[in-house]
């Protein structure tokens, strides 16, 4: 048993509190969050009555406009109904929102692994949400050869799902990175000046 279910009883609901602790002012359909969390409609909505019992959630009234797929092509529609959205008078909040991100994301070699196959890693360091620090303007940067985007895209969204955040991540080829850097770019240096936790240096940055 890993220590989220340990902790929360279950994954799905460690998914559906990381989904509102991460998105502290969207209001979520339940039908989002059933998808989201990657579980049977049932069991979520239990888990959801659960948390609005304890308010750390809350019922409210949902109206947004969400992508769907008609006739093989994506289209903006807008849905009513019933949803919640995160009870920001909740006193628990940022015990439970550390809680949750130290036993979901590791900056350590796990995190390294994922991105093996999306091409020459030269360089990945992470920040953000990975070391706590919710006021990054990134999360991940990611620098190598022969990028695989497409690759790097799919790990990013895996990631995303098991925490239920985006993740705000930059990806470049040496080349550019390397000019970049050496121009002082402010995204590189919001980065690279700020606390972050390098997992793969083969371009000899930290040590110059």
């Known amino acids: ?23 502290e002012t969207t209001p979520f359909l339940t ?12 069991l979520v909505k239990k888990e959801l009555n659960i948390l609005a019992k304890a ?6 009234k949902v109206s947004k406009d969400i992508q769907v797929e008609k006739n093989k092509k994506v289209i903006i529609k807008k849905v009513t109904g019933q949803g919640f959205i995160l009870n920001a008078k909740f006193p628990y909040l ?12 590791h900056a350590d070699e796990t995190l390294a692994k994922r991105f093996t ?6 360089l990945l360091v992470a920040a953000g949400i990975f070391i706590q620090n919710w006021d990054s303007r990134v999360d991940l940067l990611i620098v190598g050869d022969d990028l695989n985007l497409s690759k790097i895209e799919t790990v990013i969204k895996l990631i995303e799902s098991d925490i239920g955040k985006e993740i705000a991540y930059s990806a470049f080829e040496t080349q550019d990175f390397e000019y970049r850097y050496g121009i002082h770019d402010r995204l590189v240096r919001d980065v690279l000046d700020y606390a972050h936790v390098t997992l793969i240096d083969r371009l000899g940055i930290e040590i110059k």
């Open 1 to 23: 048993m890993d220590t989220l279910t340990a902790l929360f009883g279950n994954l799905v609901k460690a998914r559906i509190l990381r989904m509102f602790l991460f998105n």
């Open 31 to 42: 039908k989002e969050v059933v998808e989201r969390a990657r579980s049977a409609g049932k």
């Open 55 to 60: 308010e750390i959630i809350k019922k409210c």
């Open 94 to 105: 940022n015990p439970v929102k550390s809680l949750l991100t130290v036993t979901s994301l």
């Open 117 to 122: 196959n999306s091409g020459k890693i030269k």
